[in-house]
């Protein structure tokens, strides 16, 4: 929400505050490139070639487009990268959960576009696992939000148990 | 004695300390200029905080309106020392102080905390205050308490990973009663409690493009509402319209799939979810249903004869009693609304003397407990009617016993162009005009039940297209005009007004109603036929006419 950082260059981190440098490209949809490797597909390119091809693959997935379409093919997938183009577009906050929680998605979950550091709390409760956040500080900025709440009221795609399974522990 | 309502537990309260130091610090980084306006606006929105037309407004949740005398006396408090010594209840059944200095925001919230309050939600894409029946608890015709309920959707719904960047805000209402006094109909999802589970009404709305909810579900289980909400948001939030400001509730999305389609989404998302992993057990279900038992009912023999003397004796108590107390599910109580609405003051303002009185008859005489209702008074739910008199003699004292619950004075009105940076119009002063036109005790009560609602733009926040005459400011080339409407409910039989007749400039708005209820008066069977029900009899066109000055 707050763009205080954003003018800084995107740095991929990690859950965990590691920075990493990303080995993935995204290719084209007009690049022919036809090797094993690692490549990020756009979303149609995906469902079109993914039936064809062997492999571990990326691919983009948009605020528009339907991740449940990917289903068939999430043993070629190794990474998705979720598009957040505005932090005010929320839609992405529902593909990571339908991922991880509706199909049992264990590959990585990336977020990418206009990450800012007020999102990251969101984003560890749906599932993400890489971030490429523009912050000055990026490691700093998923460890505080990682630990800024004790209390979570829901069940989500992270480990945190909601208060009212904490309030009724079973002996 | 304190208040049977939910309380804090320690997770709570860890909540909402982290979220305020979370805040205090935004502020600080504001303040010192790290970050601009710009930078802070969403960070500040998402607590509550506005930035109005000549200062900050500080909008409070009012957990489904539901206050303690101890909460009532913060406020009163935080008015004192923080702001002009008065405050807002809102049509969300909240309460906004509209003079606060943002330097002393975090100090106010520290302030809350202590009284168990906050100001999340209060604003921004999310999942605002759940709002109900100002008399859940009370009411005789009550088959369902929605008060439990409306705190399990708190808790969910607070800081909801997948749920804070919707298209738009989210707003939901529950109702448990026979009559629907939460307006579910007009709400982004209604809810109505019944033993036999919940009825599901999705994408009400008033806005530009006013809706009534279209029941999807029926009979739901309380063990699944959690699981069934999350299914209906998250359909809403992948599919609902993001382009567009305007279109971007869910109502839209409803009316486009179509109810049936929309429900065929949820279903199948509901279906496939987890839904253990959402919902709540029963245990915490019951939990939550511990807080609101009974208040150990005062067992005094209810002295009817004195009762009625005491309303022979003087005549504005027996019509304070008539028009301000609610049938309470024991026949010696009552269900008392203090009326906010006194002529030709702003509607829905409290001063901090009042606010303290309010908190003291609470005490007296209500159980400790008070409630915000979504037309801007307050309640007092369980009074024994042996103590009605000496409540209304101390509420009288302090110029807070209007005897108009219901009449054509105790109007809805947003805040308007005195304070809102949307407004095209002024409401408060108009509101005003019209409460002294009508302010002859016998007139008002002659008319009987007659809501007026008061919008100073399109978006409605007066809730004018459910008023049974609805007032809407517009902006005709630099003058405000005012657009009239006619046959509006938000009740059991939710109907949305009608634009009827040409626009009206502010100072002809009071004699044109007048008019209208005057041609009522003449056309109504009986004292008991109601003005909506005259209308809905007669048809609009019949009172068109009388709108405009005859030529």
């Known amino acids: 929400m707050s763009q205080p950082n954003s003018t800084h260059t995107p740095q991929l981190v990690t859950r ?27 979303f149609e390119r995906a469902l079109r070639e993914l039936d064809g091809r062997n492999g571990h693959y990326g691919v983009r997935v948009m605020p528009g487009d339907d991740v449940r379409l990917l289903e068939p093919f999430l043993e070629k997938i190794a990474l998705i990268e979720v598009a957040f183009p505005g932090y005010r577009d929320g839609r992405g906050y529902s593909t990571a959960r339908i991922l991880r929680e509706d199909f049992g998605y264990t590959g990585i979950i990336r977020a990418v576009g206009d990450v800012l550091r007020d999102q990251l709390f969101y984003m560890l409760r749906c599932g993400f696992d890489e971030f490429l956040v ?6 700093q900025a998923i460890t505080s939000a990682a630990q800024r709440f004790t209390t979570f009221y829901q069940g989500a795609a992270d480990a945190n148990r909601p208060a009212w399974a904490k309030r009724h522990t079973l002996a | 004695m304190s208040a049977n309502m939910y309380k804090y537990d320690d997770f709570d309260h860890a909540f909402v300390r982290d979220r305020n130091i979370e805040f205090a610090d935004q502020v600080a980084r504001r303040l010192s200029g790290d970050i601009t306006e710009d930078q802070f606006k969403p960070l500040r929105l998402m607590n509550g905080l506005y930035l109005q037309l000549h200062a900050y407004m500080l909008r409070i949740a009012v957990p489904y309106g539901v206050l303690s005398s101890k909460q009532m006396r913060k406020f009163a408090h935080i008015a004192r020392t923080y702001d002009r010594d008065f405050g807002h209840f809102t049509t969300r059944q909240n309460l906004q102080f509209n003079w606060v200095k943002l330097a002393e925001t975090p100090k106010i919230l520290e302030e809350l905390a202590e009284v168990e309050m906050h100001a999340l939600q209060t604003s921004g894409n999310c999942i605002r205050n759940t709002t109900t029946d100002q008399f859940a608890g009370a009411a005789r015709d009550e088959h369902s308490d929605p008060r439990p309920w409306a705190e399990l959707i708190r808790q969910w719904s607070s800081n909801h990973p997948e749920f804070t960047f919707l298209p738009r805000k989210f707003k939901i209402a529950i109702t448990g009663a026979r009559k629907d006094r939460a307006a ?8 109505h409690a019944k033993p036999e589970g919940f009825d599901v009404y999705v994408g009400g709305g008033m806005g530009r493009t006013p809706s009534l909810g279209h029941c999807i579900r029926t009979g739901l289980p309380g063990e699944q509402l959690l699981s069934y909400l ?26 486009a799939l179509g109810p049936d389609e929309y429900k065929r989404q949820v279903e199948e998302e509901w279906a496939r979810m987890d839904q253990a992993k959402v919902d709540a057990p029963v245990a915490e279900i019951d939990r939550l249903k511990s807080f609101f038992p009974d208040p150990e009912f005062k067992a005094a023999a209810f002295d009817r004869v004195a009762f009625e003397r005491a309303q022979t004796a003087d005549a504005a108590f027996a ?19 203090i009326s906010l609405k006194p002529v030709g003051l702003p509607p829905g303002d409290a001063s901090s ?13 209500g159980y400790s407990e008070l409630r915000v209702s979504h037309e801007q008074n307050i309640i007092l739910p369980h009074v024994h009617k042996g103590d009605l008199y000496e409540l209304y003699r101390q509420l009288d004292a302090v110029n807070l016993s209007t005897a108009n619950v219901g009449k054509i004075t105790d109007m809805i009105v947003c805040p308007g162009l005195d304070y809102c940076s949307l407004a095209n119009a002024r409401s408060i002063p108009l509101a005003q005009d019209i409460s002294q ?7 008002s009560d002659k008319i009987g039940d007659l809501q007026i609602k008061i919008s100073g733009c399109i978006n409605a926040c007066g809730h004018h297209h459910v008023g049974h005459i609805g007032i809407l400011g517009v902006d005709k080339q630099g003058i405000e005009f005012y657009q009239i409407l006619l046959g509006g409910r938000a009740d059991e039989k939710a109907a949305l007004g009608v634009i009827t007749g040409k626009g009206l400039p502010a100072e002809a708005v009071p004699a044109a109603i007048e008019r209208v209820v ?12 109601r003005f909506i029900d005259t209308l809905e009899r007669v048809g609009r066109e019949t009172f068109a006419g009388a709108l405009h000055e005859p030529a």
């Open chain 2, 184 to 191: 579910i109909r007009v709400h982004d999802i209604g809810l």
């Open chain 2, 518 to 529: 005057r041609l009522y008066l003449d056309l109504r069977t009986s004292d008991d036929e």
């Open chain 2, 230 to 255: 999350e299914a209906c948001l998250r359909v809403y939030n992948r599919y609902g319209r993001r382009d567009n400001i305007y279109k971007a509730r869910i109502k839209i999305l409803v009316a």
């Open chain 2, 319 to 337: 019509r304070w009693v008539k028009n301000n107390t609610n049938p309470h599910k024991r026949d010696d109580h009552a269900s008392v609304t």
């Open chain 1, 134 to 139: 523009k912050d000055k500080d990026p490691s």
């Open chain 2, 353 to 365: 003397a009042q606010m303290d009185v309010m908190a003291d008859v609470a005490d007296a005489f």
């Open chain 1, 16 to 42: 965990d505050g590691a920075v990493i440098p990303d080995g993935w490209t995204l290719l084209a949809d007009d690049d022919t490139t036809g090797a094993d490797g690692p490549f990020i597909l756009g």
């Open chain 2, 437 to 443: 036109r009508f302010e002859d005790a016998k007139l």
